[in-house]
Each structure stands twice: as C-alpha cells, then as structure tokens.
C-alpha cells in the first residue's frame, strides 16, 4: 500500500474546545464527526482535560488528534516560557499583545491572562498544516482563538451557544464578532442578539445543532401505559441535564412535591453537576426522595435506554442570577426521537422545538404549580402524552436532523457539496 502523503499546509482546521472530550456536549463531538466525514480535517485544541468518567462511543469514532493546552499557566511555566520566547518573533505577536493588553485593561482577571498564555502555547505547538482556527463558544475558546489567529495571520470562526452568549459584555461581543470571518449559533434568540451587535448582520447564521436521528433510531411502541392509578406501576418522569441553576431542578424538585399524594410517578436523573448533593437534600426535605433515583452522568448508550424506559421528559430550564441559559437543549430533541411526551418551560430556544399545546407542554420558568399541574395532567393521560409523543417526533425528523445544518457548516469551511446520489451510482 502506498503511504497518504502528509496533509498540505493550511488544508487543516483547529477547532478550540474549552474541554474535550466531554458528556454534555454531545452535540460538538457529533458536529466534528460528521464534518470529518465530510472531508473536513481537524484537529482538536482542548483548554481543559477530561474530567467526566465515561466518553460517548462517537468520541471513539473520532479521528482528530487533540492537543491538551495548559489548563493553568502555573502548572506548565516552562512550556509556557518557552512558548512565548518562541512567539514574541512571529510577526503578529505586536499585534495580538496590543489586542490583549486593550481586552486586559476592560476585563482584569486571571482568566484574561490565561487565556493569553494559551494562546502562546497553541500559537508555536499548533501543526504547520492547519490553516484556519474555530472556536467552540463565543468566550474562553473563542479568546484563545482570536489571540493565536493574530499571531499567525490565520482566519478564524466561531459557534456560539448559549451561556457564553449571555455572560459576557457586549464589547467582547462586538469585537470577537468584528475580527471572526463568520460566526454561528444555534437559536433564533441567539441569532438576533449577534446579528445586532456584528458589523454586518449576515456575519452571524443560523444554524441548528438537530441530531443525528442515525444515533437515535425510533423506539418501538411502548407496550404498557402507565396513568399514574396504580403504585405498583408508576408513571416514570426523566430528566438529563447537568445539576446547575440554569436547569431549574429545584423548581422541578418543588413542583414534584406539588402531585397529587395519590398519584404514582417515579423520578429519574441522569447527569452530573455540583448542585446534586444539595438538590438530594432538597428531596428529603420534601419529603420525595424515595420516589427519586440519581443516576449520574452517564455515557449515551445509557441516555438512549433511560429514555426508552421512561414515560416522560421534563426540564425545568430558566435563566440564572448571572445571564446563563439554555439555548436549545439536545436532550429535548433527543427525548422527542425517542418518543417522550416533553413538559418543559417557555425559554426562547425551547419554545423554537416546542409547540405548546402541540408536540409537548411549556410553562412559564420559575412557576413551581404550572409545571406541577402540566406534570399531573400528562401523568393521568397516557393517550395524550401518546399524540404529544408522536406530534414531537414527527417534528423533530422533519427539522431538526443534523444533517441539514453540516450541510450549512461544510459550506461554509469551504468543504465541495455532497455528491448526488445519482451521481454517485
């Protein structure tokens, strides 16, 4: 067999994570594999390492090679030392210094300084054939990536998500979003917001995360219909999530203990997240943590099963005390593959997926007895979570596969179009 020759130079896109690998951003993970096979080669830049147990078997079928940055400059002064010897001769070292003493005098933090240092790093360790830097979220890795893209005289993008949309000042906004060839987010809301703050509006695009309904077949029929009369057969209400504020899951907590005390329901958790302990305690308090199971964060072979075995999805999202939100939640789109009933609450990107009324039930964040009532009226009604079920589903393979919004993304990194299948016989 005769050997591949090495990759041209600049043919080679570095997409900066804050973390990688890591279970609750499926949605990247399976937004690199599917641009892979695309023909797109990337390689992986992660500020952080892994932290989460498991790994999800399409972080396996992954190819990109990763290059783990320093997580503290602290940790790594020598190579950060030698990094910076080596950078302050690139010839956009002035320029990338300027631009982050300007962003250091508005934002004076260690994380600012971090940030540069990475940059340094990335800068003189990065491959020689990688052409062009995206980012991963519009704050830390996107910082990273702007600063080393200085450095280099490389074009970078961006996709932005949700809490790094919300959290940071709309002068890093304006700036990132000014310096980006081309930025993308996931949510009308999101969109808006970017366009308005862009130098042009059409610098920002629209584009869905969906998934990949390959990973996420259609269940078979539920055989049995649980209504919520019987004690020995519980009406099983599922929620995947991280256990932070933004999730809401001490409003669903206190809305849980708001059933009815004749009704059966069970509650399960998967995810992990530093509120656990204390949303456990909160159960007891309630007085429901026998009727809960916590399951943890777990890998996606798992989730599908969860969600196969439940009888409805519930996510209680709302927006922090600091900005962060949701923006489109995978896990809805993922439990209306799988043919869930969904209740959540009217969050913009939610309400983009959710038809109230339609394919699921919204209420408004925060509101403990809606959500209560929402649960109970479903849990008594396997027929309508059944036509709310089938309504969701239905919707999510008309307009939420992936496939569409790769189809989007490869354009855009410059990837030929798709080979008609015609053509292709």
């Known amino acids: 067999m005769t050997p ?3 990759p041209a130079p600049g043919t080679r896109v570095a997409f900066v994570l804050k973390g990688y690998p890591r ?50 400059l602290k940790d790594e002064p020598r190579r950060v030392w030698a990094s910076w010897r080596r950078a302050r001769h690139l010839p956009g070292y002035s320029e990338a ?45 996107a910082s990273v990536a702007r600063y080393t893209a200085l450095l280099r005289g490389l074009p970078w993008s961006v996709s932005a998500h949700a809490k790094d949309i919300w959290t940071i000042s709309d002068w890093e906004k304006r700036e990132k979003l000014a310096a980006a060839e081309w930025a993308v987010t996931c949510t009308a809301e999101g969109h808006r917001h970017l366009a308005a703050l862009a130098p042009a509006p059409d610098r920002v695009a629209l584009c869905y995360h969906g998934i990949d309904l390959g990973r ?10 649980r209504d919520g009369s019987d004690a020995a057969r ?28 004749g009704l059966a329901w069970r509650f399960v958790h998967v995810g992990g997240g530093g509120l656990r302990r204390r949303l456990q305690q909160q159960a007891r308090r309630l007085g429901i ?31 922090g005390r600091d900005g962060d939100r ?25 309400a983009e997926l959710i038809l109230d009324g339609r394919s699921g039930l919204l209420v408004p964040p925060g509101d403990r007895r809606a959500l209560a009532a929402a649960l109970a009226a479903l849990i008594r009604d396997p027929a309508r979570r059944r036509r709310l079920a089938a309504a969701g589903m239905a919707r999510v393979a008309r307009e939420f596969d992936m496939h569409d919004g790769i189809e989007g993304l490869a354009a855009m990194f410059g990837l030929p179009g798709p080979i008609p299948a015609q053509a292709a016989e």
């Open 4 to 6: 591949l020759s090495p």
């Open 23 to 72: 279970l609750s951003e499926t949605f990247i993970a399976q937004e690199i594999l599917a641009l892979e096979r695309r023909g797109l080669a990337i390689d992986i830049i992660s500020l952080r390492h892994p932290t989460d147990r498991y790994r999800h078997p399409v972080h396996a079928a992954i190819a990109a090679p990763v290059l783990y940055l320093p997580e503290y």
């Open 97 to 141: 210094r300027r631009a982050w003493l300007r962003d250091l005098v508005r934002d004076p933090t260690p994380n600012r300084i971090r940030r540069f240092g990475q940059a340094l790093v990335l800068a003189v360790e990065m491959a020689p054939e990688i052409g062009r830097l995206h980012a991963h979220f519009l704050h830390t890795p």
């Open 216 to 225: 996420f077949p259609p269940p078979s029929r539920r055989e049995v219909e």
């Open 234 to 261: 519980p009406v099983v209400l599922l929620s995947v999530g991280r256990a932070v504020p933004k999730k809401g899951y001490d409003d669903l907590l206190a809305a849980l203990a708001l059933l009815p005390p």
């Open 289 to 319: 943590e026998s009727r809960i199971e916590w399951h943890g964060a777990r890998p996606q072979p798992d989730v599908l099963a969860a969600y196969r075995d439940a009888d409805l999805f519930v996510l209680a999202a709302k927006i």
């Open 326 to 350: 949701d923006g489109l939640p995978n896990v809805l789109v993922e439990a209306q593959s799988q043919g869930l009933a969904c209740v959540a609450t009217r969050l913009p990107g939610i």
